[in-house]
Every structure is written in C-alpha cells, then in structure tokens.
C-alpha cells in the first residue's frame, strides 16, 4: 500500500520560515507534490518534485530526497493568509493522487 | 484557465433520500474525473475514478451501488450518494484531469457539504 505521513500541527509567527515534512512508503514513485487547502474550500496545486532537490516557486520551496523516501515544503516570510491545511501526494500507478494526512498551520502575528 | 465547479456548494438532506453532486470543467475537457471525500480535519480519500464513457472504478471500501458516479460528458461528473445517512455528511470534492497530463495536474472543484439529517 501506499501512505504518507505528515505532522499533524504545525505553528509560527509571521515573516519566520516554517517547514512542513512528508515521509511516504509507496509501490513506484511518480514523483511528489504539494497543495494547499483553506478552510471549506478546495485543493490548491502549490508544486511538484520529480526528481531529487529543491524547487521554488515564490516564497514556497518544495524539495524531495528520493533515496530517503521524504519530501518538505518550505514557506518562507510567512503571512497570515498562509494559515491552512498543506498536503502532499505521490499519484498511484501515474493516475489517482494519494494525500498525506495533512498540516494543518497555523500563523500567528 | 482550468476552472472546475460544483453545484450544490452545501446541501442538508433527510436520512433515506438521495442527493446528487455535479462536478463540472468549465474551460477544458476532462477526460478523467475524481471523486474525494474528506471528514473534518483529515485528509481526502479518493472515493472514485470515473472516465468518460464509461464505468468508474471505485476504491477499496467504497459501495458502488451507494455513491453513483456517471461521466456522461467531458465536461460533467456527477455523484448520487442513495439513501444517505448521517454519517454520509461529509465534505465531497471532485478533481479533474484533461487527457494525458500527470496525476498532479488535476483541477479541484471547491466542494460541496453534505449534510444529512
């Protein structure tokens, strides 16, 4: 089976740097990537890690270690409107997304 | 670009009825759609994967004859939950994915709340 293991909580103040972790087990790997979720609302696509590294994009940093099977996204000068659910998810078998068991952040100023 | 919508954003129903959900693409044709639910403060579990044309394909746990799904065009998805029950309400996302692109490249609707009473 596939699974993926985030913490559950995680808090900082505004303008820090946080960093949100994902450990996953899965049958291949297609890659890894990351969304962000508000309250009540839907999904949003953050980034993707097909190899190994550091991708960026803005304030958001994605990296993944494939040998280590771990992956982080990494938000910098944090606002408040960065409080929400983060999630990573590898695709099974290239098709459906399976999701970690999500973050939730919290900023505080 | 890449816009997926849901009607109804909230729905209450009674215990017994039956409810449907559209998902739909509404700038681009979506040949493969995805059906989540996701329960307070968890994460989304993948109830559904259904393709134009033809039969979903359902995940492990998930009764088919309860959750209906039909793709009946590229651009509509819909899911019937029959007879619900209140531990039915949940929080029902759809996703969509235009030809071939990669699992990641889904466009998420922004959900519809179930509530059964």
């Known amino acids: 089976g596939q699974s993926l293991e985030q913490p559950s909580e995680v808090t900082a103040v505004e303008g820090a740097i946080v960093q949100i972790n994902c450990t996953y087990q899965?049958?291949?790997?297609?890659?890894l990537s990351w969304y962000q979720q508000h309250d009540g609302g839907a999904p949003t696509f953050l980034s993707y890690?097909?190899?190994?590294g550091l991708e960026e994009t803005g304030r958001f940093s994605s990296f993944l270690s494939r040998s280590d099977s771990y992956g982080y996204l990494l938000l910098q000068e944090l606002q408040m409107k960065d409080s929400a659910s983060y999630f990573c998810?590898?695709?099974?078998?290239?098709?459906?997304?399976?999701f970690g068991t999500g973050t939730r952040l919290q900023v505080f100023p | 670009g890449a816009v997926v919508s849901q009607h109804p954003s909230r729905v209450i129903c009674k215990s017994g009825t039956s409810v449907k959900i559209e998902c739909r693409s509404l700038?681009?044709?979506?040949?493969?759609m995805f059906w989540y639910r996701q329960f307070p403060k968890q994460s989304l579990m993948l109830m559904a994967t259904?393709?134009?044309?033809?039969?979903?394909?359902?995940e492990q746990g998930v009764e088919k004859d309860k959750f209906l799904i039909n793709h009946a065009s590229l651009t509509l998805s819909t899911l019937t939950v029959t007879s619900a029950h209140p531990e039915d309400s949940s929080f029902y996302i759809c996703?969509?994915?235009?030809?071939?692109?990669?699992?990641?490249?889904?466009?998420f609707g922004p959900g519809t709340r179930l509530t059964v009473t």
């Open positions: 259904s393709n134009e044309g033809s039969k979903a394909t359902y």
């Open positions: 998810a590898v695709p099974h078998n290239t098709d459906k997304l399976i």
């Open positions: 700038d681009f044709q979506a040949t493969t």
């Open positions: 899965t049958s291949g790997f297609y890659g």
């Open positions: 890690n097909g190899l190994d």
């Open positions: 996703s969509a994915r235009a030809g071939e692109g990669a699992a990641y490249e889904q466009y």
